[in-house]
């Protein structure tokens, strides 16, 4: 009985640790791919084109969403990110879990699309300890730092629009959780319309 | 923040290993506790009053069904089962998850005054393997055994009404499956409502 592949969706504020997380889930995880955004906002120190994102011109963005080729697209301080179709439904066809780390005007995008998605909100354990982790990063000016957490109060209260909520207070339970969230939806029934069949036909068959 | 306990529910067609597994489950966790139903069927060999089932005469169930102490009850092969209330309702209170072995017919009555359970069907790989392990059991005649699988044909059509299904092929990776399930049901948004609020207002004490 082939499977379908399931869409995962990761979201929360700004330096949450879901890059960690996703990178985390990839490595303990054979049967996961992520899919890599398009943006048009520059590089920050270490992110490779390809890995991190496709970084491409505003020019060549437009086009991908003029040609119906973004699954969803927004626009996040200024700069505009989308996750390219092609790989994303792919992957899912070829049995495939597929994660997306993107934010939460894009997921409710995802969510139209893919109702059957899996929609996880990942939450700092407060918005002390996540302007510290900010501050920590040290790649954001204080002024895009003091943005940054206003718009997370805002964001945190998509949250509910979510399936699941996790709170990272450690990666190691955080990722844990997800692992068990995808082997839990995994089992669920609405994944396995016919499994009832099989398991009475293989006694017919004989 | 103080959590309810979840309810679980698993059922399967006799046979199914539910048994084996329910007790590796209480076994790996010890927030988990067991609902004994009360039943007025006789004990099996080795089954012990208080830790499978409270064997109770017909005239005690009858009475327990007029008190509403029975949050389900139902009649299988002409002998009658049921969940008494009180435990359930206490456990889950204090925050303790509670699992619960019942067949498909108390299962529905249980989702009514609990949609927010957890509903499990455990499945055999196929009915040939079901028809094995009863026939190995060797506690029931071959007309019981023959009554078994004819109804759990009928059974299986249940297991769309539940909202997971594990096929027990191996008792450690199905009991792995309910496993991550459980975690993955404390992560479900509708579990955390007010979990946002936390996460903001440790900010605003400070």
Redesign the interface.
């Known amino acids: 009985m082939m499977r379908q592949g399931i869409l995962i969706v990761l979201s929360g504020p700004s330096g949450t640790g879901k890059g960690t997380i996703c990178k985390e889930l990839l490595q303990n995880d054979s049967n996961l791919h992520y899919s890599i955004s398009a943006t048009t906002r520059p590089p920050r120190t270490g992110e490779v084109n390809g890995i991190n994102y496709w970084f491409i011109l505003p020019e060549e963005f437009k086009e991908m969403v003029e040609h119906g080729e973004l699954l969803e697209w927004a626009e996040v301080y200024g700069n505009y990110y989308g996750t390219p179709r092609r790989y994303v439904t792919e992957m899912l066809h070829s049995g495939k879990d597929i994660v997306l780390e993107i934010d939460t005007q894009g997921a409710l995008q995802i969510k139209e699309k893919f109702p059957d998605g899996v929609f996880?909100?990942i939450?700092?354990?407060?918005?002390?300890e996540l302007?510290a982790r900010i501050n920590k990063r040290g790649t954001d000016s204080p002024e895009v730092i003091n943005r940054r957490l206003n718009a997370a109060?805002e964001e945190?209260?998509c949250?509910?629009q979510?399936?699941?909520?996790?709170?990272n207070d450690q990666i190691v339970a955080a990722t844990?959780?997800i692992?068990?969230?995808i082997?839990?939806?995994k089992?669920?029934?609405k994944r396995?319309?016919g499994?009832?069949d099989v398991?009475?036909n293989?006694?017919s068959t004989?």
Chains 1, 2 share one sequence.
């Open positions: 996880i909100y939450v700092p354990p407060s918005i002390r302007a109060y945190l209260a949250a509910y979510y399936d699941y909520i996790v709170v844990a959780k692992t068990a969230i082997k839990a939806e089992c669920r029934v396995n319309a499994l009832i398991v009475c293989r006694e004989d």
